[in-house]
């Protein structure tokens, strides 16, 4: 019983079926509908009987059977397809390589196959047999270059393949492999060519996924020696692989093999995964076996080893926050082992490991090549990123070292030709699509034009070209999505652009892309996407691109991160000294020393991928093309299953839809008159061979009984339909009585063509009879014709000479005007005279006969008549009219004298005018100078009797200081005894480990020291104006000394703000705990100068900001707590003061472990020296003294200029020479 199933669908998309829909061709070309439906149908048809293998035309479509092909890939096979055309045998990826190699040798051309397909759709595999199939077939028996270009793939399979969810063994790079052969069609050599390594996959992989298989081979297959010598473990204890699976692909032979120490947690629990490809215990064997057949030593394996093992150390580094000052972060203690080993691997130091994964070098942009460099330290996640770009940099570097040994294993000298056979990802989309899958779409843009030009163009311009009529095939041409990408201001140039600003932003680079190209109909925003889980990224976040094969929308959040292909400065450098052999040859040192560090270099990937695509569609282009399409059958890799859906949208990507079309209505093949004549001669008998090539083939073809839909004849070829150029050769090599009877037909064939010959010849004769009358009648009409032409060029002169006669009415009229204008009787008379000449001269040669000659000499004696009387017409007219400038011009000149003599009396009158005005001010002035100099006499006098009286009181002031400074003397050596008490005392406690206190006595004496001249204002003060700011604030002193413009007043604020500040610190003194020792973060200045404290000074008569009264000093010093211990740790830092006047402006303290302490007066008082110059002792210091440039350089190095006048902007310095000199005062 049949069963039905309705179903609906649009009408374009239902098409007509083949009658047996269980009819199965090798060749879709041969069905008699062709289109989508048909040929989808046939491959199900063909893949249920285990053949994979499909033409279109000349075009395989390889669909993967996900299960080993047992006798299908043998050397029996291979030797069978040898030379054999394409259409003879069963569709055979051998028959590509079969095709490939022998349109080299015919067309003396380079090849190139061009393998595509999405990702686990079998293309690696339909490379391998490619170029197994050219080394085989066509190589030196096998020899050692063939088996080197063979040994190649394992190694760059292990090293560049991964499993993915769509593909167990999926190449996560593009590769094109060319080789290449001598004038005697032998292999002589290979290269291979790579693109677009999937770095970030070393980091990071998705569930299900897997890293890079050598990872595994290691961990499954390495030897007792390799894992001790580099602390080879298990999946789980590596960063970068246990977030993926960590299961190994084993079969059953192999799974015991394996020891229960390698296995991971999933691979005890779930077990391993199968593939009849894939097995890391067996793949390891192969690497090893590629890498002797490559001509790597066991050395230079180890190192390779040794640098993979390397990474996988590196991703166990972690990080953590610091608890210092400064920020940053540090290295985990639990990696120690970790960084200590992978230091080990890479050749490098354990501490400057460490030190340029937490910290990045940069150098000052004003230093220009010799500006200071800094050290900033990273936080723990930029110092994670740094750590994974530097493994995708080591493993990226290692992968080309792997592909230059590979290409140095088969060198070569030179070469005729070479077969390129391309294997490059396919088209790529999925929920998250970021930078890799951009750039993988873009490549397959690129190579889908170039199928469209090179299969479906090309194509169809052939047919135009020969004539044969075929409809135009239309086709989607995809250069405006090219342009889109990598036009000027396209993507890839705007994401260069914001990848080099300082602060590079996603959705700054987002929101441009939709701003430049915000008409573009390849792109929109991510909303417009038909996935709803696309429709919550925000605008700046992403676009959606409209490719050949269909919308994909692409996240930008790491577009530019991996468009960087660049490294910290830091660790370039760090890998650039490594001592270690092979570390030196992958990273080898840059040529340009003089580059300066800023904070990271950039290198674009996009750029440097759009280079090398483009070498390589100029390479493709320059030779022959042949084209395997692989097929993925469903998405759960198993045998047997095929998904109508998901093949039909591969296809439909493949612009396999578009070649049938052009089939249907095309001749895929072809052949040349002068071919077909030189491959049939030897069959036919000598008469025939007399017959020029194009006649030969009609002769043949119509002997034959060829339909006239099965060929075409064009301008230089003859065209064949799908299949039948195959049935056209059966019958020429058939048995020899058919030929006979062949040999036959080509006579009757003649014998009738040479009959309608005849026929045709007779019916030319009475066209020709037709022709003769014609004639005749033409002859007539030609007589009459020349009659009429020897008329016109008899009178001919006549006409033209009434028409230059006629010209002269023009003059004429001329002249009348200007006689009109002249108003002169005589001159009427002469213009009349000469029109009367003119119609005289134009009646004779109406009337008279005369030659050419006679009648140009009378028009010429005629015009140069007009033209002199026409002449001196005009020459009277400006005659007249000069008179009447000249007359204008000297009334003129009168009126300007006239005006001369008045503008001068008007001046003169104007002069005296000035004159007196100028006396009286004179003698104003006078007056008010005379009345100036009398009050300045006043003035002096008065201030005569002022000074006496001052002087006066500055004999009794001095006198009453001395009395003073003699107290002082006596207050001074009291408590230098005290001090000398004092420091014994110290002594003694040191000895006896006992503690110091300061007596209430010694306080007593400091006390009496400090109060003893009470404070007051200076000697340059008034006598009458005294200042009691006991009562003043704090605040109301600071802002006094930083705005006042009294000199008196200020001096004043600055005695009272210091004894005050004096007693906080005693204060503090008293009331802080008795401690051995002080804190060292509490110390103002160093403890030899706290300890030195003489006597106060006399107050002296200095401005601020003298510069008389600068003095700079540097102490060395050394914190308490290093005084202990041993010597060799031992921190000495350095202390500098600026004393303006007796009081500190600014202080610095320099630390050899911490950043510089800045300090100026104002903003930092509590924290500055409260001594003045004399109390600190420094006067007698020997070797503390310094000049002013040096302190000045020390402070302008440490940033000291800055933070003054970020205080001086804030308002919260005080006014110091220092202040004064960088407000230019």
């Not at 910290?359 to 330290?377: H, L, N, S």
């Not at 038909?530 to 919308?551: C, M, P, S």
């Not at 014994?984 to 400090?1010: D, G, I, K, P, Y």
Request: glycine letters at 4%; aromatic letters at 8%.
């Amino acid at each position: 019983m049949a069963f039905f199933q309705h179903v609906s669908a649009p009408y374009d998309r239902v098409f007509p079926a083949e009658e047996d829909d269980s009819k199965t061709v090798q060749d879709n070309c041969a069905l008699m509908y062709l289109n989508e439906a048909t040929l989808l149908n046939n491959l199900r048809l063909r893949y249920a009987k285990n053949e994979i293998y499909t033409y279109v035309a000349n075009i395989l479509i390889a669909v993967n059977p996900y299960k080993e092909m047992k006798g299908l890939y043998s050397t029996d096979v291979i030797k069978k397809y040898m030379g054999k055309s394409l259409g003879v045998l069963p569709p055979h990826v051998f028959a590509i390589a079969d095709k490939a190699f022998r349109e080299m040798l015919v067309l003396r051309q380079s090849q190139s196959i061009v393998v595509s397909g999405e990702s686990g759709a079998g293309k690696t595999e339909s490379t391998k047999y490619i170029l197994r199939y050219l080394t085989e077939s066509h190589g030196q028996s096998a020899g050692v270059i063939e088996q080197q270009i063979l040994a190649a793939n394992p190694l760059l399979e292990a090293f560049g393949n991964a499993k993915t969810v769509r593909n167990n063994n999926s190449s996560r790079f593009g590769k094109f492999i060319e080789i290449h052969f001598s004038n005697k069609h032998q292999v002589v050599g290979g290269h291979v060519s790579h693109y677009l390594l999937e770095k970030p996959r070393v980091c990071w992989q998705s569930p299900g996924e897997r890293n890079y298989h050598i990872f595994y081979y290691l961990c499954a297959a390495a030897s007792t020696q390799l894992r001790n010598a580099y602390k080879i473990k298990t999946p789980d204890d590596y960063q970068y692989m246990k977030e993926g699976t960590t299961q190994y692909f084993l079969s059953k032979e192999t799974e015991s093999k394996i020891s229960e120490t390698s296995k991971s947690k999933q691979q005890k629990s779930k077990g391993s995964l199968h593939d009849i490809v894939m097995d890391d215990l067996i793949g390891f064997q192969r690497v090893e076996q590629a890498m002797k057949k490559c001509k790597i030593s066991d050395n230079e394996k180890n190192d390779i080893f040794r640098i993979t093992c390397g990474v996988l150390h590196l991703g166990n580094i972690q990080f953590e926050s610091s608890d210092g000052t400064q920020g940053g972060c540090c290295v985990s203690p639990n990696s120690q082992d970790a960084v200590a080993m992978t230091a080990k691997l890479f050749g490098l130091e354990k501490d400057e490991l460490c030190e340029c994964l937490v910290t990045r070098v940069m150098q000052a942009a004003k230093g220009g090549g010799k500006g200071t460099i800094i050290k900033v330290p990273l936080k723990a996640e930029q110092a994670s990123n740094a750590r994974n770009g530097l493994a995708k940099y080591i493993y990226d570097r290692l992968f080309t070292y792997i592909v230059k040994r590979v290409n140095d294993s088969f060198p070569f000298q030179s070469s005729a030709h070479f077969i390129g056979v391309l294997d490059i990802a396919g088209f790529e989309y999925f929920a998250l699509n970021s930078f890799e899958q951009f750039c993988i779409n873009y490549c397959n843009e690129k190579l889908q034009q170039f199928f469209n030009l090179r299969v479906l163009k090309e194509e169809q311009e052939l047919y135009e070209k020969e004539g044969l009529g075929v409809n135009a095939v239309t086709f989607t041409d995809n250069q405006d999505c090219i342009d889109l990408i990598e036009s000027k201001m396209g993507i890839l140039e705007l994401l260069d652009e914001e990848s080099k600003l300082p602060r590079a932003s996603p959705n700054n680079f987002t929101h441009t892309v939709h701003q430049k190209h915000s008409s573009h109909f390849r792109l929109a925003i991510p909303r417009k996407s038909k996935l709803t889980a696309h429709r919550n990224v925000r605008d700046d976040e992403g676009f959606l691109i409209r490719h050949f094969a269909g919308a994909v929308c692409y996240q930008t959040a790491e577009f530019i991160e991996k468009n960087n292909d660049a490294l910290h400065s830091s660790l370039q450098m760090l890998l650039n000294e490594s001592q270690d052999p092979f570390s030196k040859q992958l990273f080898p040192k840059a040529d340009n020393k003089t580059k300066s560090i800023q904070k990271l270099a950039f290198d674009s990937v996009g750029n440097k991928f759009k280079v090398q695509l483009n070498t390589l569609m100029e390479k493709l282009r320059g030779t022959g093309s042949s084209f395997v399409r692989c097929i993925k059958p469903n998405n759960k890799l198993v045998d047997n299953l095929f998904e109508g859906t998901q093949i039909l949208s591969q296809l439909q990507c493949a612009g396999m839809v578009s070649v049938l079309n052009l089939m249907q209505g095309g001749f895929p093949s072809r052949a040349s008159f002068h071919d077909l004549y030189e491959m049939y001669k030897r069959y036919m008998p000598q008469n025939l061979l007399r017959l020029d090539p194009r006649l030969f083939c009609k002769a043949l073809f119509h002997a034959l009984g060829l339909s006239d839909q099965d060929y075409r004849f064009g301008v230089t070829k003859v065209f064949f339909r799908s299949g039948k150029f195959y049935e056209f050769d059966q019958m020429m090599k058939s048995d020899p009585e058919n030929l006979r009877v062949l040999i036959k037909k080509v006579h009757r064939w003649l014998i009738c063509a040479r009959w309608k010959k005849a026929q045709w010849g007779t019916l030319m004769v009475l066209k020709l009879k037709n022709k003769i009358l014609y004639r005749r009648r033409a002859l007539l009409k030609m007589q009459s014709t020349i009659r009429m032409f020897l008329a016109v060029r008899r009178h001919r002169p006549r006409y033209r000479a009434l028409r230059q006669v006629q010209t002269l009415y023009s003059e004429i009229v001329k002249m009348e005007d200007v006689a009109k204008q002249m108003k002169d009787d005589k001159v009427s008379k002469q213009v009349k005279s000469i029109r009367t000449s003119l119609d005289d001269l134009i009646r004779g040669i109406k009337t008279t006969v005369m030659k050419r000659q006679q009648m140009d000499k009378l028009y010429i004696d005629m015009a140069n008549k007009v033209t002199k009387q026409l002449k001196e017409l005009m020459s009277k007219k400006k005659a007249k009219e000069a008179e009447q400038i000249r007359l204008k011009k000297l009334q003129e000149e009168m009126e300007r004298e006239k005006k001369k003599r008045e503008e001068e009396e008007r001046k003169r009158k104007a002069e005296e005018e000035e004159r007196e005005k100028k006396k009286k001010e004179e003698a104003e002035a006078k007056k008010k100078k005379e009345e100036i100099e009398k009050r300045r006499k006043e003035e002096e006098a008065m201030n005569l009797k002022a000074l006496r009286e001052e002087r006066k009181k500055l004999e009794e002031e001095k006198k009453k200081i001395f009395e003073e400074k003699k107290l002082l003397e006596d207050l001074r050596k009291k408590q230098e005894q005290e001090r000398l008490d004092f420091e014994m005392a110290q002594r003694l406690s040191q000895e006896s480990n006992s503690q110091v206190t300061v007596t209430e006595e010694v306080a007593q004496v400091r006390e009496e020291v400090a109060t003893a001249i009470p404070a007051r204002t200076p000697l340059v003060q008034r006598s009458d104006k005294t200042y009691d700011l006991s009562k003043w604030k704090y605040a109301e002193l600071r802002d006094t000394i930083n705005t006042c413009n009294d000199v008196d007043l200020l001096s004043a604020c600055r005695e009272e703000f210091h004894r005050r500040l004096k007693v906080y610190q005693k204060w503090k003194s008293k009331n802080k705990k008795n401690t051995a020792e002080p804190e060292p973060t509490t110390a103002r200045a160093p403890e030899a100068i706290q300890n030195a404290s003489p006597p106060p000074p006399l107050p002296q008569k200095k401005k601020p900001g003298d510069k008389m009264a600068q003095r700079y000093f540097r102490v060395p010093f050394m914190r308490p707590s290093d005084k202990s211990g041993d010597p060799t740790l031992r921190k000495k830092g350095m202390w500098y003061a600026h004393f303006d006047g007796e009081f500190i402006a600014r202080q610095m303290e320099l630390h050899p472990d911490k950043v510089p302490v800045l300090l100026v007066a104002g903003k930092d008082d509590l924290q500055m020296c409260e001594l003045s110059l004399l109390e600190t002792g420094l006067t007698n210091k020997k070797n503390a003294e310094i000049l002013e440039k040096e302190f000045e350089y020390e402070w302008d190095k440490h940033g000291g200029t800055n933070y003054l006048l970020i205080a001086i902007n804030n308002k919260q310095a005080r006014q110091t020479y220092a202040t004064n000199k960088l407000q230019g005062k």
